[in-house]
Protein backbone atom coordinates (compact mmCIF):
# COMPACT_ATOMS: atom_id res chain seq x y z
CA UNK A 1 0.00 0.00 0.00
CA UNK A 2 1.36 3.61 -0.93
CA UNK A 3 -0.81 4.89 1.60
CA UNK A 4 -1.54 8.78 1.19
CA UNK A 5 0.38 10.52 -1.92
CA UNK A 6 0.32 13.92 -2.51
CA UNK A 7 1.76 15.42 -6.09
CA UNK A 8 3.58 18.18 -6.67
CA UNK A 9 6.10 17.97 -4.00
CA UNK A 10 7.23 21.25 -4.67
CA UNK A 11 5.89 23.80 -6.69
CA UNK A 12 6.55 27.90 -7.02
CA UNK A 13 3.95 29.98 -8.35
CA UNK A 14 3.94 33.65 -9.53
CA UNK A 15 0.99 35.75 -7.61
CA UNK A 16 -1.92 35.36 -9.23
CA UNK A 17 -1.44 32.16 -11.23
CA UNK A 18 -3.33 28.58 -10.49
CA UNK A 19 -2.48 25.27 -9.53
CA UNK A 20 -4.30 22.11 -8.60
CA UNK A 21 -2.78 19.94 -5.56
CA UNK A 22 -3.64 16.11 -6.05
CA UNK A 23 -3.79 13.88 -3.23
CA UNK A 24 -5.15 9.94 -3.41
CA UNK A 25 -5.35 7.44 -1.04
CA UNK A 26 -5.57 3.33 -1.16
CA UNK A 27 -6.97 2.85 2.64
CA UNK A 28 -10.33 2.58 1.40
CA UNK A 29 -11.07 5.86 3.94
CA UNK A 30 -13.98 7.99 4.11
CA UNK A 31 -12.73 10.92 5.53
CA UNK A 32 -10.07 13.18 3.93
CA UNK A 33 -8.43 16.36 4.56
CA UNK A 34 -6.02 19.47 3.53
CA UNK A 35 -3.81 21.35 6.10
CA UNK A 36 -1.46 23.81 5.79
CA UNK A 37 1.60 24.02 8.07
CA UNK A 38 3.33 27.40 8.78
CA UNK A 39 6.24 27.41 11.48
CA UNK A 40 4.80 28.16 14.72
CA UNK A 41 1.29 27.56 13.89
CA UNK A 42 1.18 23.79 13.85
CA UNK A 43 -1.20 22.48 11.04
CA UNK A 44 -4.10 24.24 10.28
CA UNK A 45 -7.44 22.69 8.56
CA UNK A 46 -8.51 24.01 5.22
CA UNK A 47 -11.46 21.82 4.19
CA UNK A 48 -12.11 18.53 4.80
CA UNK A 49 -14.46 15.42 3.07
CA UNK A 50 -16.18 13.42 5.52
CA UNK A 51 -17.06 11.01 2.49
CA UNK A 52 -17.56 11.22 -1.34
CA UNK A 53 -19.37 14.00 -2.77
CA UNK A 54 -19.32 16.40 0.68
CA UNK A 55 -16.64 18.72 1.81
CA UNK A 56 -16.98 21.29 4.53
CA UNK A 57 -14.53 24.17 5.46
CA UNK A 58 -11.74 23.93 8.26
CA UNK A 59 -10.42 26.94 10.18
CA UNK A 60 -9.00 28.42 6.74
CA UNK A 61 -10.62 27.87 3.59
CA UNK A 62 -10.42 31.88 2.11
CA UNK A 63 -8.44 31.36 -1.08
CA UNK A 64 -9.34 27.48 -1.58
CA UNK A 65 -11.52 25.45 -3.31
CA UNK A 66 -11.60 21.60 -3.37
CA UNK A 67 -13.18 18.75 -5.04
CA UNK A 68 -13.61 15.26 -3.49
CA UNK A 69 -13.69 12.91 -7.21
CA UNK A 70 -14.02 10.46 -5.60
CA UNK A 71 -13.29 7.66 -2.57
CA UNK A 72 -9.54 7.89 -3.38
CA UNK A 73 -8.61 11.53 -4.47
CA UNK A 74 -9.25 15.23 -2.76
CA UNK A 75 -7.80 17.53 -4.57
CA UNK A 76 -6.89 21.16 -3.71
CA UNK A 77 -7.50 24.27 -5.82
CA UNK A 78 -6.07 27.95 -5.68
CA UNK A 79 -7.54 29.62 -7.68
CA UNK A 80 -5.47 33.09 -7.51
CA UNK A 81 -2.49 32.12 -5.58
CA UNK A 82 -0.83 35.06 -2.91
CA UNK A 83 2.06 35.18 -1.19
CA UNK A 84 0.25 34.27 1.76
CA UNK A 85 0.02 30.66 0.36
CA UNK A 86 3.18 30.17 0.90
CA UNK A 87 3.40 27.08 3.21
CA UNK A 88 3.72 23.10 3.25
CA UNK A 89 0.61 21.70 2.21
CA UNK A 90 -0.33 17.93 3.80
CA UNK A 91 -3.37 15.73 2.47
CA UNK A 92 -4.62 12.96 5.35
CA UNK A 93 -7.04 10.45 5.36
CA UNK A 94 -8.37 9.00 8.31
CA UNK A 95 -9.75 5.39 9.56
CA UNK A 96 -10.07 4.75 13.63
CA UNK A 97 -10.08 8.08 14.78
CA UNK A 98 -5.97 7.71 13.33
CA UNK A 99 -4.81 10.34 10.62
CA UNK A 100 -2.43 9.23 7.86
CA UNK A 101 -0.10 11.97 6.30
CA UNK A 102 1.53 12.55 2.52
CA UNK A 103 4.75 13.45 2.51
CA UNK A 104 4.09 17.24 1.63
CA UNK A 105 4.10 19.68 -1.03
CA UNK A 106 6.04 22.81 -0.61
CA UNK A 107 4.52 25.51 -2.56
CA UNK A 108 6.30 29.21 -2.63
CA UNK A 109 3.83 32.16 -4.15
CA UNK A 110 6.42 34.98 -5.44
CA UNK B 1 -14.81 25.36 22.26
CA UNK B 2 -11.87 22.25 21.72
CA UNK B 3 -8.10 23.20 21.69
CA UNK B 4 -4.33 22.04 22.45
CA UNK B 5 -1.80 23.94 24.09
CA UNK B 6 1.47 22.73 23.82
CA UNK B 7 4.01 24.07 26.91
CA UNK B 8 7.42 25.12 25.12
CA UNK B 9 8.30 25.72 21.32
CA UNK B 10 11.80 24.29 21.65
CA UNK B 11 12.89 21.56 24.42
CA UNK B 12 16.72 20.96 24.50
CA UNK B 13 17.67 17.66 26.48
CA UNK B 14 21.44 15.90 26.72
CA UNK B 15 21.59 12.19 25.25
CA UNK B 16 20.54 9.69 27.61
CA UNK B 17 18.28 12.47 29.75
CA UNK B 18 14.18 12.28 29.83
CA UNK B 19 12.13 13.46 27.65
CA UNK B 20 9.11 15.45 28.84
CA UNK B 21 6.91 17.54 26.04
CA UNK B 22 3.80 18.71 27.35
CA UNK B 23 0.32 19.17 25.99
CA UNK B 24 -2.86 21.05 27.85
CA UNK B 25 -6.23 20.30 26.23
CA UNK B 26 -9.71 21.79 26.47
CA UNK B 27 -13.01 19.83 25.02
CA UNK B 28 -16.62 19.80 26.01
CA UNK B 29 -16.82 16.34 25.30
CA UNK B 30 -14.56 13.44 26.28
CA UNK B 31 -11.76 13.77 23.71
CA UNK B 32 -9.52 11.60 21.74
CA UNK B 33 -5.57 12.46 22.06
CA UNK B 34 -2.68 11.70 19.82
CA UNK B 35 1.15 12.88 19.65
CA UNK B 36 2.28 12.67 16.30
CA UNK B 37 5.92 12.96 14.94
CA UNK B 38 7.56 15.00 11.75
CA UNK B 39 10.99 14.40 11.13
CA UNK B 40 12.20 17.14 8.99
CA UNK B 41 11.18 17.60 5.31
CA UNK B 42 8.49 14.50 6.02
CA UNK B 43 5.00 14.37 6.93
CA UNK B 44 3.55 13.47 10.37
CA UNK B 45 3.27 10.01 11.90
CA UNK B 46 1.12 8.85 14.65
CA UNK B 47 3.48 8.19 17.75
CA UNK B 48 0.69 6.89 20.37
CA UNK B 49 -3.14 7.62 20.86
CA UNK B 50 -5.51 7.74 23.03
CA UNK B 51 -9.51 6.65 22.71
CA UNK B 52 -10.68 6.48 26.10
CA UNK B 53 -8.92 2.91 26.89
CA UNK B 54 -6.31 2.73 29.24
CA UNK B 55 -5.30 6.19 30.38
CA UNK B 56 -1.44 5.05 29.94
CA UNK B 57 -0.73 4.43 26.30
CA UNK B 58 2.79 3.29 25.27
CA UNK B 59 3.88 4.38 21.41
CA UNK B 60 6.33 3.42 19.26
CA UNK B 61 10.25 4.53 19.83
CA UNK B 62 9.83 4.18 23.85
CA UNK B 63 7.39 6.77 24.21
CA UNK B 64 4.50 6.85 26.43
CA UNK B 65 2.03 9.44 27.30
CA UNK B 66 -0.57 9.62 30.25
CA UNK B 67 -4.09 11.18 29.92
CA UNK B 68 -4.64 12.85 32.99
CA UNK B 69 -8.83 13.79 33.33
CA UNK B 70 -8.14 15.70 36.04
CA UNK B 71 -5.11 18.42 34.77
CA UNK B 72 -6.75 17.87 30.70
CA UNK B 73 -3.21 16.99 30.41
CA UNK B 74 -1.71 14.52 28.19
CA UNK B 75 2.13 14.74 28.47
CA UNK B 76 4.86 12.91 26.27
CA UNK B 77 7.48 11.24 28.16
CA UNK B 78 10.31 9.01 27.58
CA UNK B 79 13.06 7.64 29.71
CA UNK B 80 16.25 8.45 27.83
CA UNK B 81 16.58 10.37 25.05
CA UNK B 82 18.30 9.16 22.01
CA UNK B 83 19.62 11.32 19.04
CA UNK B 84 17.13 10.22 16.31
CA UNK B 85 14.57 11.19 19.05
CA UNK B 86 15.41 15.03 17.10
CA UNK B 87 11.61 16.02 15.68
CA UNK B 88 8.85 18.20 16.00
CA UNK B 89 6.44 16.67 18.27
CA UNK B 90 2.71 17.74 17.77
CA UNK B 91 -0.22 17.00 20.46
CA UNK B 92 -3.12 16.78 19.19
CA UNK B 93 -7.23 15.99 19.65
CA UNK B 94 -10.01 14.78 18.47
CA UNK B 95 -13.64 14.92 18.77
CA UNK B 96 -16.68 13.07 16.47
CA UNK B 97 -17.95 16.34 14.85
CA UNK B 98 -20.56 15.72 12.45
CA UNK B 99 -20.08 12.49 10.16
CA UNK B 100 -16.22 12.99 9.90
CA UNK B 101 -13.71 13.20 12.68
CA UNK B 102 -11.54 16.41 12.94
CA UNK B 103 -8.34 17.02 14.52
CA UNK B 104 -6.85 20.23 16.56
CA UNK B 105 -3.67 20.09 16.33
CA UNK B 106 -0.95 22.03 18.59
CA UNK B 107 1.51 24.43 17.53
CA UNK B 108 4.56 21.97 18.08
CA UNK B 109 7.06 21.36 20.18
CA UNK B 110 11.14 20.99 18.47
CA UNK B 111 13.02 18.74 20.27
CA UNK B 112 17.19 18.50 20.22
CA UNK B 113 19.01 16.19 21.40
CA UNK B 114 22.69 17.28 22.90
CA UNK B 115 25.45 15.06 22.62
Known amino acids: ?110 | AQSVTQLGSHVSVSEGALVLLRCNYSSSVPPYLFWYVQYPNQGLQLLLKYTSAATLVKGINGFEAEFKKSETSFHLTKPSAHMSDAAEYFCAVSWLYSSASKIIFGSGTRLSIRP
Open chain 1, 1 to 110: NAGVTQTPKFQVLKTGQSMTLQCAQDMNHNSMYWYRQDPGMGLRLIYYSASEGTTDKGEVPNGYNVSRLNKREFSLRLESAAPSQTSVYFCASMGSYEQYFGPGTRLTVT
